[in-house]
């Protein structure tokens, strides 16, 4: 396993122009990708289209986040409160260090060294698994693609399919060496076959499901007035982890908080479409603390920071922190469908990864994140897709704006030059500009040369003072028509 | 090992963050607009609710209250082959007349181990949504712990036509939040390979959902 992915960047990550270049070479990545993003893009049009009111559960969505956003601090009170009161144990960790020493010494106070995981972005921001194998415990992961990943000591590239930059005939080689030496072995004779490969996955994990002590997870919600916690999956593992450990860890942002039980309600409808494009993911769980005689009879919640109190302090960056982890911006994006999710070298890739990579590590920290708000045509597409109404492209422009401000003192105006480098990598062909022409999506947003312009709508809070990069007139009218902003 | 040094930190640090915020605001303050709709469902609820079940290809069997309830649970048992049933507390003893089969109750608990040994489980539901062809378990009678219905392959549900709620909205306002509860649409699922849906990853691999006709 790598241990170098630490604090939501992969240090050591090349700047996305870069990796995105690197990427751009792989052509078995751009098949699967395009695949991939293709078919979950038309599936979620269809699951969208099914809800005559969609755009009012998005607003719900939206103004629901806005509320928590804004009284964060009172509805985390409200959550220990309700979590405690259940039976749950509230654990406040400031970074990544303090939540996985957290967890470690959960772990090693109920007398083992094994965990079952079950994928969250939150613990693959802190880099748990990692953290743990320092401290002599191993963690596995339970969902099929993190265990692909786990398995081949790669990196994930996908929010929603983390495998989905290895077709199945890699799996099955993956599996054939890789499961013998971490426990039940795959079975002699194992095909390429989806099935197949599935069936091989439940034994081997079966046996780590039934035996383990510990098991953490993420969350996708957790409610302030009940302290219910949520985990929304597909495959049942989450339920494994949820339902048979005697002890259950829940590492969670602290933006992960809803009002009320009954804001379910719309993100149970949004969330399902918005992911895998289904009227409904097969399993959804949700606990109050300590049920007696049912399910895991010590819980701790670990509210995570990490970043995001930061985060909340950007006051045209915050709802960044809205975000419910769909990944729906990414099947749209035209940059992640060409260069990958590991292009922009975070736990957080695609759009969203774009802006919050860079305000969680801090704006001007990390030469890699401020590259990242660059890795964008504007089009548009993220923001129409996002069920929480994230507006992304704003978001970015005021992103690189913040970029340039902080890169003043340099000699070399480092954030125009990796635009340019990044330009030449999305439209590095007279064909591939063409076709973001016709998105609506034109290189000069991307090249940000410097203008004294003023922007008009979404930007125009800005303050005279900062020069940001200026699109061309013409592409910024087609980004305009195209976001469809009244 | 709670930490108050960090909780006081981490709220020091976001209600600096959020100094735009007027003092006097109240988080009931900020507008939340509710004209979503309570339900998206006008036709036939319990047929939708089939219909919706059977898209995700699980196996749905209609059948009225009363005799041919027994009989139906035993022949799906017996045309899954269960020899070994896992049987919740509160389970309707004359709905298992028909099945001959051994019975593994949860008195003294059953081990992880029993469970993934047997050949199925037969359960009770707190609901079902129509709109999504979901069927919602809360432990209550005839359930069982999360766990039973869980561990063994086979799932056999049984949903009564009264327990079936038209949307989302409903069914959520319907639950009692602290009981441990799941959400179950079709069988457990992956498309983690190339995006081929898979069924059955580590959920029952096989759902079979009884429809009582009660009203
Ligand atoms: S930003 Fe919006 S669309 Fe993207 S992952 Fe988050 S919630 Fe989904």
Redesign the pocket.
């Known amino acids: 396993m790598s241990g170098e992915k630490v604090n939501v960047v992969w240090l050591g990550s090349p700047t996305f122009p870069n990796a995105a270049h690197e990427a751009l070479q792989d052509a078995q990545l751009r098949r699967n990708l395009k695949h991939a993003t293709t078919t979950i893009r038309d599936k979620r049009l269809r699951a969208v289209a099914e809800l005559d009111d969609w755009e009012t559960l998005r607003l719900a969505g939206s103004q629901i986040k806005d509320r928590v956003m804004r009284h964060l601090d009172e509805y985390l009170l409200r959550l220990e409160a309700s979590v405690t009161a259940a039976g749950g144990v509230v654990h406040w960790a400031e970074d990544a260090a303090a939540a996985t020493r957290i967890v470690a010494d959960l772990v090693r106070a109920q007398g083992t060294d094994e965990v079952v995981k079950v994928k969250s972005m939150a613990t693959q921001e802190i880099g748990l698994n990692e953290a743990l194998a320092a401290d002599g415990i191993t963690a596995t992961e339970t969902d099929l693609a993190e265990l692909i990943v786990q398995l081949d000591d790669d990196r994930p590239s996908h ?1 929603l399919v983390p495998a989905i930059h290895r077709n199945r005939t890699e799996i099955r080689d993956i599996f054939r060496r890789e499961m013998g030496k971490n426990g039940v072995p795959a079975p002699d004779g194992l095909t390429d076959e989806p099935r197949v490969l599935a069936e091989a996955a439940r034994r081997h994990l079966r046996e780590k499901f039934l035996r383990a002590k510990v098991a953490v997870s993420g969350a996708n919600f957790a409610c302030a007035d009940t302290g219910t916690v949520g985990v929304v999956e597909s495959e049942g593992n989450g339920r494994m982890c949820v339902t048979l450990p005697e002890t259950l860890i829940t590492v969670m942002g602290i933006e992960k908080v809803l009002p009320s039980f009954t804001d379910l309600e719309v993100f149970l409808q949004l969330l399902p479409r ?1 992911s895998t494009a289904e009227r409904m993911n097969p399993y959804t769980s949700l606990w109050t603390g300590v049920t007696p005689g049912d399910g895991p009879q010590e819980f701790h919640l670990i509210l995570l920071d990490n970043g995001r109190s930061a985060t909340l302090a950007d006051r045209e960056g915050r709802s960044a922190l809205h ?8 099947n749209v994006c035209p940059v992640y469908e060409r260069t990958g999710g590991r292009s922009y070298g975070s736990v957080y890739p ?3 990864g774009a802006v919050l990579t860079p305000q969680l590590v801090g704006v001007g920290s990390s030469e890699h994140a401020d590259s990242l708000p660059f890795a964008s045509t504007l089009c548009g597409a ?1 923001f129409d ?4 109404r ?1 507006d ?1 492209p704003e978001m970015l422009v005021h992103l690189r704006a913040k970029v340039v401000d902080a890169h003043r003192q340099d000699r070399l105006p480092k954030p125009e030059a990796l635009a340019m480098k990044g330009a030449r990598v999305v439209f590095g062909s007279p064909r591939r500009l063409a076709l973001a022409e016709k998105l609506g999506a034109l290189g000069g947003r991307v090249a940000g040369i410097r203008g004294g312009r003023w922007l008009p709508g979404p930007a125009r809070k800005w303050t005279a003072a900062r020069d940001v990069p200026v699109p061309a007139r013409e592409s910024f009218r087609a980004w305009w028509r195209k976001a469809g902003r009244p | 090992m709670t930490n108050p040094e960090a909780k006081d930190r981490i709220l020091a640090r976001i209600r600096s963050a959020l100094r735009d915020v007027p003092g006097e605001e109240r988080p009931e303050d900020v507008a939340v607009t509710r004209d979503y709709r309570d339900s998206h469902v006008s036709a036939d609820i319990v047929d939708l609710f089939v219909g919706r079940v059977e898209d995700y290809r699980a196996t749905v069997t209609r059948v009225p209250e009363g005799q041919q309830v027994p009989a139906e649970i035993a022949r799906i048992l017996a045309e899954r082959g269960v020899a070994n049933l896992v049987v919740p507390p509160g389970f309707p003893e004359e709905w298992l007349a028909g099945y001959e089969g051994a019975r593994l109750t949860d008195d003294p608990p059953l081990t992880a181990a029993e469970l993934d040994a047997s050949d199925g489980v037969v359960t009770l539901a707190a609901q079902g949504i129509a709109l999504t062809g979901t069927i919602v378990l809360d432990a209550g009678p005839g359930q069982g712990r999360r766990a039973l219905s869980l561990v063994p392959d086979l799932h056999l549900c049984v949903v009564r036509s009264s327990q079936v709620l038209p949307d989302v909205p409903p069914a959520v306002r319907a639950l009692v939040p602290h009981r441990p509860t799941t959400f179950i649409s079709g069988p457990s699922a992956t498309s983690d390979i190339e995006l081929d849906r898979v069924e059955g990853v580590h959920g029952p691999r096989t759902l079979e959902v009884l429809l009582v006709v009660d009203s």
Not at chain 1, 323 to 330: F, G, H, N, T, V
């Open positions: 929010i918005s975000c419910i982890r769909c990944s729906a911006c990414l695609g759009p969203i993220c897709a996002c069920p929480v994230i992304i």
